[in-house]
């Protein structure tokens, strides 16, 4: 089976400018995330999204950061403007389960760099 | 708020030497605890999940065991394949994963 796939892999910007990453989840997979890797740290959930509606976004600077998931699908996060500590790995993970289940499958992520 | 905490932060082996990584949890109503392997420019992959003290899960040369405050990755036996970063993450139901910061293991040829 197909795994998650995020696009781009790689990402230079400098502060103040936009940016998006995009993410397809595993076909039939009702449930999607976003989370934040920095350096060192492991991983921080940013949204979840249940077919095309937001289940949590706690933890999303909304002031910056947006989301969305159109038809249940592909999802886009952005962000604008990029400040210097968003330099991360996004991770985009999808499951079957509309609760956290035993497993949760991860794309290979983006890598955004903030100059 | 509910916290995991991952111990050590690093660790080398030799190949073939046996060891255990920790993960203390606060207790807080957990509601499952997973343990991840993350390989370098990739997103982590499911190994285990245990939902109760004294459950105990196997694959390979590793054994997830949990207690009432912690978990253990035991490894037995290392290979060099086994290098990566091993990640546990709580569910306190909330319905969300809390990660901790992962243990990176380096199993030496």
């Known amino acids: 089976e197909a795994g998650v796939a995020q696009s781009p892999r790689y990402k230079i910007i400098e502060k103040r400018q936009s940016v998006a990453f995009w993410c397809n989840p595993i076909?039939?997979?009702?449930?999607l995330y976003w989370y934040q890797q920095i350096l060192g740290q492991g991983p921080k959930l940013l949204i979840q999204?249940?077919?095309?509606?937001?289940?949590?976004d706690s933890q999303l600077p909304k002031d910056r950061f947006s989301a969305e998931r159109l038809k249940g699908v592909d999802s886009t996060l952005k962000i604008q403007p990029a400040k210097l500590e968003d330099s991360a790995v996004y991770l985009c993970?999808?499951?079957?389960?509309?609760?956290?289940?035993?497993?949760?499958?991860f794309g290979s992520g983006t890598q955004l760099s903030v100059l | 708020e509910d916290q995991v905490t991952q111990s050590p932060e690093a660790l080398r082996l030799q190949e073939g030497e046996s060891s255990s990584l920790n993960c203390s949890y606060t207790v807080s109503g957990l509601r499952g605890l997973f343990w991840y392997r993350q390989d370098p420019g990739k997103g982590p992959e499911f190994l285990f999940t245990?939902?109760?003290a004294g459950e105990e899960k196997e694959k390979e040369r590793l054994k997830a065991t949990l207690t009432k405050k912690e978990s253990f990755l035991h490894i037995t036996a290392p290979k060099p394949e086994d290098s990566a970063t091993y990640l546990c993450a709580g569910n306190f139901g909330n319905e969300k994963l809390t990660f901790g910061t992962g243990t990176r293991l380096t199993i030496i040829p």
């Open positions: 245990l939902y109760s």
């Open positions: 999204f249940q077919n095309n509606g937001v289940v949590d």
């Open positions: 076909s039939g997979h009702a449930t």
């Open positions: 993970a999808s499951s079957s389960s509309v609760v956290v289940s035993e497993k949760l499958f």
